[in-house]
């Protein structure tokens, strides 16, 4: 992938102050534009799709899709897409899931300022952006998995059911989740009880209780 003139962005947050400080940041490069804005995951998919953006920065959480199912729908649908994920988080799971989806980086918000435009032009140019205990994170996962034969456990659900899980938990009714993931509501009746099943849960509260330990959504 050739790096373009002008590095084209897609900043998606769920607060508009955030995304306007983050915006003036971008915007004061003369080699980053941000050309569209997202309130969530779901607007933040459709957006890349709709816009001819080279780099989406994702916050790691967002209602409808976080920034980590917004990164995997977009890697599965556009492989040359770059995608950073912003996250309040200095969180080993958050920062590894990030590269499981297939980030390029995972940049706090607390260093943003300092961090989030070296973190966009080694993006560009294909190269991993870490902050410092991330790279010690990663170090020592490698070192306890060093000689291990299985790798650990994977979660038990599949992708989509990580989403009707998420949209349940905020609240989503099974007819509106039928229209948000465009299946129908049988369909999502079916995944809510596999879902129940597999995690030995009985209800929506439990449920909620799930996607927060899950990082799905913030208590």
């Known amino acids: 992938m050739v790096t373009p003139l002008k590095t084209r962005v897609l900043l998606a947050d769920d607060h508009a102050v955030v995304r306007s400080g983050l915006r003036a940041v971008l915007d004061g490069e003369p080699d980053i534009e941000v050309v569209a804005e997202a309130a969530d995951g779901s607007e933040a998919v459709r957006a ?24 995997a729908e977009l890697r599965r649908r556009r492989r ?22 297939g980030a390029s980086g995972y940049v706090l918000k607390s260093a943003a300022n300092r961090d989030l435009i070296d973190a966009c032009r080694a993006a560009m140019r294909g190269e991993p952006f870490l902050y410092p205990k991330a790279v010690t994170a990663l170090i020592r ?41 465009v299946i129908r509501r049988k369909t999502v009746d079916h995944h809510r009880a596999n879902i129940l099943d597999k995690l030995g849960l009985r209800n929506v509260a439990e449920l909620t209780r799930y996607a927060i330990r899950r990082g799905l ?3």
Do not use: C, W
Request: net charge negative.
């Open 80 to 101: 040359q897409l770059r995608v950073l994920i912003l996250s309040v988080h200095d969180n080993e799971q958050y920062f590894f899931e990030a590269l499981r989806a």
């Open 141 to 181: 996962d490698y070192l306890d998995r060093n000689g291990e034969d299985d790798a650990p456990p994977r979660d038990p659900l599949t992708a989509r059911e990580l989403q009707v899980v998420k949209l349940i938990a905020e609240g989503y009714t099974s007819d509106e989740i039928a229209t948000e993931l």
């Open 217 to 219: 959504l913030e208590p």
């Open 48 to 71: 890349a799709l709709a816009h001819e953006v080279d780099l989406a920065i994702l916050d790691v959480s967002m209602p409808k899709l976080t920034g980590l199912q917004a990164t």
